[in-house]
């Protein structure tokens, strides 16, 4: 599975992205797929994920109510909505795919993921 995100850029404190990451390959067997983002000098961390299954979503707590992942009905795109940036929102965007069953508490995980994107870049100045 080979995964390209797209739709980083920059914008302004209160602004809007749409990310994309569209997934090519043997994709039937996705189970969820995931964003995460990485800022400099920090770990990467879990932003939200979306269950293929059962079309669950999950979102880290500092972004809920603000973005929102979401699916095409071809099931090869994943998106990320996100409204409201912050400047703390600034990193380089990773979606990521698991192709076997797991719990749904493990999502957090980047240990969880099979597949990975090259990552996409959002700035959002003050």
């Known amino acids: 599975v080979q995964l390209q995100a797209s739709g980083g850029g920059l914008v302004q404190a209160g602004g809007s992205l749409r990310l994309s990451c569209t997934a090519s390959?043997?994709?039937?067997?996705?189970?969820?797929m995931g964003w995460f983002r990485q800022a400099p000098g920090k770990e990467r961390e879990f932003v939200a994920a979306?269950?293929?299954?059962?079309?669950?979503?999950y979102y880290a707590d500092s972004v809920k109510g603000r973005f929102t992942i979401s699916r095409d009905n071809a099931k090869t795109t994943v998106f990320l909505q996100m409204n409201s940036l912050k400047p703390e929102d600034t990193a380089v965007y990773f979606c990521?795919?698991?192709?076997?069953?797991?719990?749904?508490?493990?999502?957090?995980?980047?240990?969880?993921?099979?597949?990975w994107g090259q990552g996409t870049l959002v700035t959002v100045s003050s």
């Open positions: 990521a795919a698991r192709s076997r069953p797991t719990y749904s508490h493990n999502y957090y995980l980047t240990t969880v993921y099979d597949y």
């Open positions: 390959g043997p994709t039937a067997s996705t189970y969820a």
């Open positions: 979306f269950s293929w299954r059962s079309g669950s979503t």
